[in-house]
């Protein structure tokens, strides 16, 4: 495992700050200038590089300030014509002359090799909220960055290592970084207006957290399996495998999602039996949840969707399903995995499969 030490001598940072320079300018080669929104204010007038010319993509600022030297990547395009300013989703900061905690950006050296790495602490500005770093630290070890133990001031600090300053693929890590932390701050928005409008669906943090599966026993029962942490946990992997954006759960609403390129916002109800009373409550959950979509999100185009094992739906709530929209995925248990009709082309009203 490499041994990763901060850089905080000053000729060292000049150098590695020119170098990163260096290594941008060289893949961001289209410009275009406009006015960019920055945490606190706007700039005017700023020349940004982007990665293509046409496509909305990550554009890359350099600014010097006046302690620190600052990467802000934004999304837009170098050909659009938009007269709303870029605004910034992601700032890799690097203090220029004294070491600075706030700021997320440094740079570390790899004490076997002596290469100079790009590194991040998951620090994020406060404009809209600060994005809590275990999001950050969790978001990056799936994509392949998992947190490292970094020396600072003889002090272990956690962080994850983007990649050497000396290697393009470097901007290919910048840009899937930026993406993912564009993802991160637009659920936290979105959670906070929902916050302030439906304290239910706020009661956990946009995410996936599993719930318990297993044995259980109530007092005075014999024990029984809890089927649908392992259901609901298998349809996630499923969503995220089709292509499903955003996939996360409360306390109120078992998965939450958005439909792969599409604007469309699914909110997912998961009953392990067709019996009477769990369709009641899967139906009504549904309906509740679609008017508190409707306050939080108005203009959102939801999908709701009951999954239900394999069977046949008495006709009466097959009817009432069709009359408020809702749609029906059914699943079945195949060589000890969980298996589920695809959402977006099976979950029509009356499937009886």
Not at 222 to 232: N, P
Not at 252 to 271: F, G, N, Q, R, T
Request: aromatic share 8%; hydrophobic share 40%; net charge positive.
């Amino acid at each position: 495992m490499p041994a990763f030490v901060e850089i905080s001598d000053k000729k060292t940072l000049a150098t590695s700050i020119q170098q990163l320079t260096t290594l941008l300018q060289g893949g961001f080669t289209h410009v275009r200038n406009c006015t960019v929104t920055a945490p606190s204010a706007p700039l005017p007038n700023c020349s940004v590089r982007f990665l293509h010319a046409s496509k909305v993509t990550t554009g890359w600022l350099a600014v010097t300030l006046e302690n620190r030297f600052a990467n802000f990547f934004v999304q837009g395009s170098a050909a659009s014509t938009e007269p709303t300013p870029l605004d910034i989703e992601l700032e890799i900061n690097i203090a220029k002359h004294v070491e600075d905690r706030k700021v997320g950006g440094f740079f570390v050296r790899d004490d076997s090799t002596g290469h100079i790495h790009l590194a991040h602490r998951g620090l994020f500005n406060r404009r809209r909220g600060r994005i809590p770093k275990k999001w950050v630290f969790e978001a990056m070890g799936k994509l392949g960055y998992p947190a490292v133990t970094v020396t600072i001031n003889g002090k272990p600090e956690k962080a994850f290592v983007l990649g050497r300053i000396d290697r393009p693929a470097l901007i290919k890590t910048i840009t899937v970084f930026a993406s993912k932390v564009r993802e991160m701050k637009r659920d936290r928005d979105e959670w906070v207006e929902a916050q302030k409008s439906a304290p239910l669906m706020s009661s956990t943090r946009p995410g996936f957290q599993s719930e318990f599966s297993g044995t259980s026993q109530k007092s005075g029962s014999d024990a029984f399996d809890v089927d649908h942490g392992r259901i609901v946990d298998a349809l996630r992997d499923a969503l995220i495998a089709q292509g499903f954006r955003r996939v996360a759960n409360t306390k109120a609403i078992d998965l939450m999602c958005i439909a792969p390129k599409s604007p469309h916002h699914y909110v997912v109800e998961v009953k392990t039996d067709i019996t009477s009373q769990s369709l009641y409550t899967g139906i009504g959950q549904l309906l509740v949840s679609n008017e508190r979509m409707r306050t939080t999100s108005p203009g959102k185009r939801t999908v709701l969707t009951l999954v239900l094992p394999r069977g046949r739906l008495e006709a009466e709530f097959q009817t009432v399903l069709d009359n408020q929209g809702i749609w029906v995925c059914r699943y079945w248990k195949s060589k000890g995995q969980y298996r589920f009709d695809l959402l977006t082309k099976a979950c029509a009203p009356n499937n009886q499969l």
